[in-house]
C-alpha cells in the first residue's frame, strides 16, 4: 500500500477518533445543562447526521483504497489547508461555547445567549466548518465521490437540522434580538 495511502487512512482514523472525543465532551455538557435547568431537543435527523459523518469517513477510505484514487499534491495541501482551518473554526466555536457546545439540540438559551468569538459574525460558524471539513477531508486524497455525493446528502441533513435548531433558538428573545440580524454561515453572504 502506498505511503500516501496509508498516511491518508491514519488521517480518517485520527477524525474518527477525534469525533468520538467530542462526543465524550458533549455528553458531559448534556448532563451539566440539564442539570441547571436545560431540555434535549427530541431531533430524529441527528441519527443521519452522525451517519453521514461516518459514511463520509468510510466511503473516503473505500474509495481511495479500491478505487484507487492518485494523491495529487497541489489539490491534497489545499485541501489540507481547508480541513484544518475548518477545524481551527470548530474547536474556536467549541472553545467560545464552552459547556454550551453539544453535538445535539439543546434548549438552552435561557442559560444565556452566546455571542462572543465567531458568533460575534454568523449564527451557525460550526455549520459552515463542519461543511467544509467533510468537503475537503475527502479531496485530500481525491476520493471526488464521496466528497461531492457527501456535500448534497449534508446540505439536506442541515436543512433539517438547521429547522428544528433556529425553532428552538429564534423562540428566545434574547437570541432574536443578538443573532437575527447575522448571517446563518459566512459574513457577508447567506
Keep these: 500500500m502506498d505511503l500516501s495511502v496509508i498516511a491518508f487512512l491514519a488521517l480518517l482514523l485520527a477524525v474518527a477518533l477525534l ?8 455528553r458531559r455538557h448534556q448532563r451539566e445543562m440539564v442539570a441547571r435547568g436545560a431540555a434535549k431537543v427530541d431531533e430524529p435527523q441527528f ?7 461516518t459514511a463520509v469517513l468510510a466511503g473516503a477510505a473505500f474509495e481511495v483504497v ?3 484514487r492518485p494523491f495529487i499534491p497541489q489539490l491534497a495541501a489545499a485541501m489540507f489547508a481547508v480541513f484544518l482551518a475548518a477545524n481551527a473554526v470548530r474547536w474556536w466555536v467549541i472553545r467560545t461555547l464552552g459547556e ?4 445535539q439540540v439543546m434548549d438552552s438559551t435561557r442559560l444565556g445567549v452566546v455571542t462572543s468569538g465567531p458568533f460575534r459574525y454568523v449564527r451557525h460558524p460550526n455549520y ?5 471539513e467533510m468537503l475537503a477531508l475527502p479531496l485530500i486524497h481525491t476520493a471526488w465521490i464521496t466528497a461531492v455525493a457527501g456535500a448534497i ?7 433539517q437540522r438547521l429547522s428544528t435548531e433556529e425553532r428552538v ?6 437570541y432574536r434580538a443578538a443573532m437575527m440580524g447575522k448571517p446563518r454561515f459566512l459574513p457577508g453572504l447567506f
Aim: hydrophobic letters at 65%.
Design 153 to 159: 446528502v449534508h446540505m439536506g441533513v442541515l436543512a
Design 169 to 174: 433558538l429564534l423562540a428566545n428573545p434574547d
Design 47 to 53: 441519527r443521519w447526521m452522525v451517519l453521514l459523518h
Design 128 to 132: 459552515a466548518a463542519v461543511f467544509a
Design 66 to 68: 479500491f478505487l484507487r
Design 100 to 103: 454550551h457546545w453539544n453535538v
Design 19 to 26: 469525533r468520538l472525543v467530542e462526543l465524550h465532551i458533549s
